[in-house]
């Protein structure tokens, strides 16, 4: 399995971006019933959770996200997408993609693309 992010950029705030991260390697049947989830890592902090969906398809947010930012699965194209809107400087960070298949206890990261909100 390998992801693949892409989407990020420079935008202003109040801006909106879609961030999207292929699946290579793993069935539609599979990543549809596989939790997927975006991170961040901001400079000088650690990478933290953003977004999440659930193999049923529920979603959890950071609160900071909440209502700005919205995770979903794209089967025909085998995409688990992040679309942000409201965008905020502090949301400014490298976003990284994170899948697990149902079937394995292994999790895989994409490479990250990077988001700059500018003031």
């Known amino acids: 399995v390998q992801l693949q992010a892409s989407g990020g950029g420079l935008v202003q705030a109040g801006g909106s971006l879609r961030l999207s991260c292929k699946v290579r390697?793993?069935?539609?049947?599979?990543?549809?019933?596989?939790?997927a989830a975006w991170y961040r890592q901001a400079p000088g902090r650690e990478r933290e959770p953003v977004a999440l969906?659930?193999?049923?398809?529920?979603?959890n947010y950071t609160d900071s996200v909440k209502g700005r930012f919205t995770i979903s699965r794209d089967l025909a194209r085998k995409t688990v997408n992040l679309q942000m809107n409201s965008l905020k400087p502090e949301d400014t960070a490298v976003y990284y993609c994170?899948?697990?298949?149902?079937?394995?206890?292994?999790?895989?990261w994409g490479r990250g693309t990077r988001v700059t909100v500018s003031s």
């Open positions: 994170n899948y697990r298949p149902y079937y394995s206890t292994d999790t895989y």
């Open positions: 390697g793993s069935i539609t049947s599979v990543i549809s019933g596989s939790p």
């Open positions: 969906i659930g193999a049923e398809g529920s979603t």
